[in-house]
């Protein structure tokens, strides 16, 4: 792996790596799987009973989108180019 292609710099690099395929099967996998736990530990009985209004199903969104954003901004933490290294053109 090119340890520069892993970087990024601007916000449309820092995109490009959250779309990249490979990037996006695995964060909405672990959001898939994570907020699918948390809704049923918090949210299925109300689901279950017929009870869930317009709240409960924008918290069971909130529930998978959260582990989707963390992932992702970790994912920008890990690979942002340190300010100091060169870019493409030896700046």
Known sequence: MDHQA??????????????A??????TVTLALIIGSVFVAMNQFSIILAGNADT???LKATMTYLTPLLVSNFGTLSATRAKSNLPDAEGR
């Not at 990024?8 to 490009?16: E, G, I, K």
């Not at 395929?21 to 695995?26: A, G, T």
């Open 6 to 19: 892993d970087t990024w710099r601007t916000w449309q690099q820092a995109s490009a790596i959250v779309l």
């Open 21 to 26: 395929p490979r990037q996006l099967r695995r």
């Open 55 to 57: 709240i409960i199903w």
